[in-house]
């Protein structure tokens, strides 16, 4: 079979996360990679083994050999660079959060319509196999109805006034941080999950670093940690460290969340609890295998993640048997998985997140900021 040629736009963190589980595909090669300079490509693309770089990403659109993009920049650079792969006839994958404004993301769901292309946005938090399991009990009913939903996405990498990452930045990253960067994680969740959408919100932020300590030099993200006090200059912050928001779902569902990059000894703990008039089950992703699931009459039990034991639609998303984990690594490999399918096949089912789902999110975070301005409640259109 031939490979099917693609690139990678951006040399960080995600960068390297998505280089090595587009990989085990197998039938999908990295042609090129694109990054913010000539050198920082030219290093990234040593270190992956690709022999293409370039600095400027508009030229790896110009090769008709490539089909497709991953667009994994910081956030303000989603949409012209999502827009340019589109123009080029290029099916695109972009990490998430999709844009910095509902306007941006409205126009690049509408170009991808026009074009037909296939176009992903990166919730690959979705395909932890037994949070499959879960969007399969709720589908038939294990729960009853939806009441309550509740969680937090919490990291302390930011804990330190000397911590810095381009997600600081409102410039680089829009006007939320946390909520954008974590909540946006969240909210597609339990979306996603239980089938209702959020109808109204309320939410408080707060930035409880006024200023930080940017360091003079480039920083990947969650690898600021071993700089010295001469590598840092003093800046003001205006995004915010620490976000809860009260929720609606549907016509009587409630629920509530926090999202934190502060909060210390956490490293990466996304947790949500669902509770139904029948049951509720409780995960979180640092102990991704494990499914509790509680009911007020029965014994409350663990589930251990093992295809043979699951719904055969959530079966699906573990390629591995029972006992064998499958982590973080393992959800963007099962989005790959699907997005790279519809690209080689029109006809494929769209089983991956869209730019559609996108916007979702988009609206959602301008109301997380117009609540927080306002102090209030406000209504989220469906």
């Known amino acids: 079979m031939e490979k099917m040629k693609i690139a990678i736009i951006g040399t960080g963190f995600m960068g390297k996360v998505h280089a090595e589980n587009v990989r085990r595909l197998g039938h999908v090669e990295i042609a090129a990679v694109a990054g913010s300079s000539e050198e920082k490509a030219r290093q990234f693309a040593q270190s992956i083994g ?61 170009l991808a319509a026009r074009t037909g292309l296939a176009n992903c946005l990166q919730h690959n938090l979705r395909y932890y196999p037994v949070v499959q399991q879960i969007r399969r009990m709720i589908q038939r009913g294990d729960l009853g109805e939806i009441l309550i939903v509740q969680g937090t996405y919490s990291q302390d990498w930011l804990l330190w006034d000397t911590d810095w990452n381009w997600r600081i930045d409102s410039a680089a990253n829009g006007t939320l941080r946390v909520v954008g960067d974590l909540g946006s994680h969240w909210m597609d969740m339990v979306q996603h999950l239980t089938g209702l959408g959020i109808t109204a919100l309320c939410a408080d932020l707060a930035t409880f670093h006024k200023t930080r300590k940017r360091p003079k030099g480039s920083v990947e993200t969650f690898a600021g940690k071993q700089l010295q006090p001469k590598d840092y200059e003093s800046t003001p912050i205006d995004t915010e460290d620490f976000g809860s928001v009260l929720l609606r779902l549907g016509d009587r569902a409630r629920g509530v969340f926090t999202v934190s990059q502060m909060s210390a000894g956490r490293k990466n703990m996304f947790t949500f609890d669902i509770y139904g008039t029948k049951a509720g089950v409780s995960w979180n992703q640092e102990r991704p295998d494990e499914l509790w699931i509680g009911r007020r009459d029965e014994p409350n039990r663990v589930l251990v993640k093992d295809p043979s034991l699951m719904y055969p639609e959530a079966a699906r998303f573990a390629d591995l048997p029972g006992g064998h984990s499958e982590g973080y690594d393992d959800t963007h490999k099962q989005v790959f998985k699907r997005f790279y399918a519809r690209v080689a096949d029109a006809a494929a089912p769209v089983e991956y997140p869209t730019f559609a789902d996108g916007l979702v999110g988009m609206r959602l975070l301008e109301k997380v900021a117009e609540s927080a301005q306002k102090q209030a409640w406000v209504s989220v259109e469906q």
Request: with cysteine; aromatic share 4%; hydrophobic share 45%.
């Open 50 to 110: 690709v022999d293409r770089a370039s600095g400027d990403y508009r030229a790896l659109l110009a090769d008709r050999t490539i089909r497709a993009v991953h667009v994994l920049t910081p956030n303000a650079l989603h949409h012209p660079m999502c827009r340019a792969a589109l123009e080029a006839g290029k099916h695109v994958l972009c990490e998430k959060p999709f844009t910095i404004s509902v306007a941006e993301a409205r126009d690049l769901v509408d």
